[in-house]
């Protein structure tokens, strides 16, 4: 029997041009204690935050307003801390380029935010609720991570 190759390739999680299947998206947020590196600026010394760490451990998203709302709510911000784990000189722009996703899908036009002077505070407000996958600049470092937006009741 002779089996089509894009369904092997979709049966063994690969694109059919042979490079690796962009893997489903999943805010893997946690509610535990935050990394050390992320914990300057709290008066805890072991602060309980709901976050999400960078593919690569190289950024902390700090969630305040969770869950995170699509469309924002008139009465919380989405507002997230970003941490770098590593010092950053001198202070550059985080580039936050962020593209909904249906598992390992992109669904519709990604979206571009940029908080100024690098990683710290910012709002963070996305056009649809679901998935995003975000990948991340600054000082010449990049990381990716995945958000949760839901539906504001």
């Given at each position: 029997?002779?089996?089509?190759?894009?369904?092997?390739?979709?049966?063994?999680?690969?694109a059919p041009s042979g490079a690796?299947?962009?893997?489903?998206?999943?805010?893997?947020?946690?509610?535990?204690?935050?990394?050390?590196?992320?914990?300057?600026?709290?008066?805890?010394?072991?602060?309980?935050?709901?976050?999400?760490?960078?593919?690569?451990?190289?950024?902390?998203?700090?969630?305040?307003?969770?869950?995170?709302?699509?469309?924002?709510?008139?009465?919380?911000?989405?507002?997230?801390?970003?941490?770098?784990?590593?010092?950053?000189?001198?202070?550059?722009?985080?580039?936050?380029?962020?593209?909904?996703?249906?598992?390992?899908?992109?669904?519709?036009?990604?979206?571009?935010?940029?908080?100024?002077?690098?990683?710290?505070?910012?709002?963070?407000?996305?056009?649809?609720?679901?998935?995003?996958?975000?990948?991340?600049?600054?000082?010449?470092?990049?990381?990716?991570?995945?958000?949760?937006?839901?539906?504001?009741?």
């Amino acid at each position: 029997m002779r089996v089509a190759p894009v369904l092997v390739a979709a049966l063994l999680g690969v694109a059919p041009s042979g490079a690796a299947a962009a893997p489903p998206c999943h805010a893997a947020v946690r509610h535990g204690v935050l990394p050390t590196w992320a914990r300057a600026g709290f008066s805890d010394p072991r602060p309980k935050m709901p976050h999400v760490l960078g593919r690569k451990g190289e950024i902390a998203a700090v969630i305040f307003g969770y869950p995170l709302l699509s469309p924002p709510s008139e009465n919380r911000a989405n507002k997230i801390l970003w941490v770098s784990r590593r010092p950053i000189k001198p202070p550059d722009k985080l580039r936050i380029r962020a593209q909904r996703m249906r598992g390992g899908t992109p669904v519709g036009k990604h979206v571009v935010r940029v908080v100024v002077g690098g990683p710290g505070p910012s709002y963070l407000n996305l056009p649809h609720q679901g998935c995003w996958r975000l990948s991340l600049q600054w000082s010449g470092r990049s990381d990716e991570l995945d958000l949760d937006f839901v539906r504001r009741s």
